[in-house]
């Protein structure tokens, strides 16, 4: 079953369980799902594959994220509890990211395959290791073991 179905089905779930924050967060995301999957030019009623349903997810994360952030700037941390929970809740629909230990490891094993040098070649490194890593590591971890092995 993909992430997208499993959405779907864990709606009834938390109905059931009178659990509103996680039948809002959920509602949020499969809307979400399905406006990507109109916009795709596919029909509304089709699923997206589990690739593009992390993509909706991460996209939801990061804007959940952002508004915690701005709350939080604001003082205004009534309005930044309940997106920390719908942030909660996604992140647990989002697949493990991969630990900063196991990046560098492969981190190293690119640097050696693509003779990386210097500074001037970690746009060249950066695209090529997150080519690989693509939906496994977060990007901002990437860069910071990348700027680590390049000092």
Do not use: W
Not at 59 to 71: H, I, L, P, T
Not at 82 to 95: H, S, T, V
Not at 120 to 138: R, S, W, Y
């Amino acid at each position: 079953m993909t992430i997208h179905e499993t959405l779907k089905k864990a709606i009834p779930d938390a109905m059931r369980a009178k659990d509103e924050v996680k039948l809002r967060t959920l509602r949020s995301l499969v809307t979400a799902m399905t406006n990507e999957v109109v916009a795709k030019k596919r029909k509304p009623d089709e699923f997206l594959t589990d690739e593009e349903a992390v993509a909706v997810l991460k996209r939801a994360a990061s804007q959940r994220k952002d508004s915690v952030e701005q709350f939080e700037k604001a003082g205004r941390n009534d309005l930044a509890e309940p997106e920390q929970a719908e942030l909660a809740i996604i992140d647990g629909y989002l697949p493990a990211m991969m630990p900063r230990e196991e990046i560098e490891a492969i981190a190293k094993a690119k640097m050696a395959e693509l003779g990386v040098s210097g500074k001037q070649d970690a746009g060249k490194f950066i695209g090529a290791l997150m080519k690989e890593l693509k939906g496994k590591a977060d990007g901002g971890v990437v860069k910071a073991v990348v700027d680590t092995l390049l000092t």
